[in-house]
């Protein structure tokens, strides 16, 4: 995540959160708590949601979205639906005080319903901004249990780069990757959600495990992360929409590394050699497709919002 600006008396904040990409996912295990265990690998890429934050004395939380490139049929709720205003309310319900209030303007350009974490990157921001604005003085730890309350993906936002993530995807390790491996997203006009996807999956009796992506994630060679991408959700969503199959087909036509769906999906996305090719491949594909495309690259570690937690 990037800070823009901190206002001068502390009480306003600027943040640009981004989406992730899921370049290994596997499920390992069914819960007693209708959750899975899975082993992923989830990259921060350069498409940015911006979200502007300013402190009010009144208790009163107040969402204004401007879509900008969303497609249409996307509504995403301004109320407490919003995993903006659920996590600001959460805190200030447990560690603040209900004069607590804030203006938040959201500049949305992540799709929703897609699998790029796109309001998990947003519930972190929050999380951060209230503990900033509200100066409730909130440590890393009482953050990151926040985090997963809100949902399984939010806790990785407050890492970004490169992480291996496990548990129910709230146990988190970074690892150390380097930046701009280039990259194609396609959202097609039909979303998937989370819980319907996983609700139709089962857990493989031989599991993958993503030694081999990390490993050539850690080297940046490119082209053999993209031998070894895999996402088992995907053949489950393949079987709820045509969009990912169609997806797959173009992107074997484009001249990437790898392919795959992320996360639960709708979206699917490409690896390329470089970003020349990337944005070549950007133009064939939104000729080609009725998609959103987005050429972007994966970021590092730097500017995460765990670095404004342990300074602030
Ligand atoms: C598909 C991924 O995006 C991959 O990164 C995540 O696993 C989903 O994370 P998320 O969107 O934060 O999901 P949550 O809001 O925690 O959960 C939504 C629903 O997905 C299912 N769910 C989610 C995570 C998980 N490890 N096991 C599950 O079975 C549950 O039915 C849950 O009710
Ligand atoms: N801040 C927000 N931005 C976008 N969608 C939100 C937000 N808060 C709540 N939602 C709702 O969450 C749902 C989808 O969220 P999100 O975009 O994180 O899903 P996703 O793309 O499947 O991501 P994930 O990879 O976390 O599963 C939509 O139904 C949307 O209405």
């Given at each position: 995540m990037k800070i823009r600006h901190l206002g001068q008396d502390g009480r306003s904040i600027r943040i640009a959160t981004p989406a992730k990409l899921n370049l290994f996912f596997e499920l390992l295990g069914k819960?007693?708590?209708?959750f899975h265990e899975v082993e992923t690998v989830m990259s921060t890429v350069s498409l940015f949601d911006d979200l502007q934050f300013s402190a009010r004395d009144d208790g009163l939380l107040r969402l204004s979205i401007f879509q900008e490139g969303c497609t249409a049929t996307e509504s995403i709720p301004d109320d407490d639906r919003n995993l903006i205003l659920k996590s600001m309310s959460r805190l200030r319900d447990r560690h603040g005080s209900k004069d607590l209030?804030?203006?938040?303007?959201?500049r949305k350009r992540i799709p929703s319903a897609a699998g790029l974490g796109g309001a998990s990157g947003n519930a972190a921001g929050a999380l951060l901004a209230a503990n900033w604005i509200w100066k409730l003085g909130l440590t890393p730890e009482q953050l990151d249990s926040a985090a997963a309350e809100i949902g399984s993906d939010v806790p990785f936002f407050f890492h970004g780069g490169s992480c291996l993530c496990t548990g129910r995807g709230e146990v988190i390790e970074s690892k150390n990757v380097p930046s701009g491996m280039a990259i194609?997203?396609?959202k097609p006009d039909t979303g998937l959600s989370t819980a319907a996807v996983y609700?139709?999956?089962s857990v493989p009796h031989?599991?993958?495990n993503s030694d081999a992506v990390l490993r050539e994630l850690q080297m940046g060679r490119w082209n053999r992360v993209g031998e070894n991408l895999f996402n088992r959700l995907e053949e489950f969503a393949m079987s709820m929409t045509p969009a990912i199959g169609k997806l797959k087909d173009t992107f074997d036509r484009l001249d990437c590394v790898g392919h795959q769906m992320s996360g639960s999906g709708s979206s699917?996305?490409?690896i390329f050699?470089?970003?020349a090719d990337a944005h070549r491949a950007a133009k064939i594909a939104t000729l080609e497709t009725g998609s959103t495309i987005f050429a972007c690259s994966t970021l590092g570690q730097e500017g995460t919002f765990r670095a404004l937690v342990e300074t602030g």
């Open positions: 819960r007693g708590d209708g209030g804030c203006d938040v303007f959201l194609v997203i396609a609700g139709k999956c031989q599991p993958k699917y996305f490409g050699r470089n970003a």
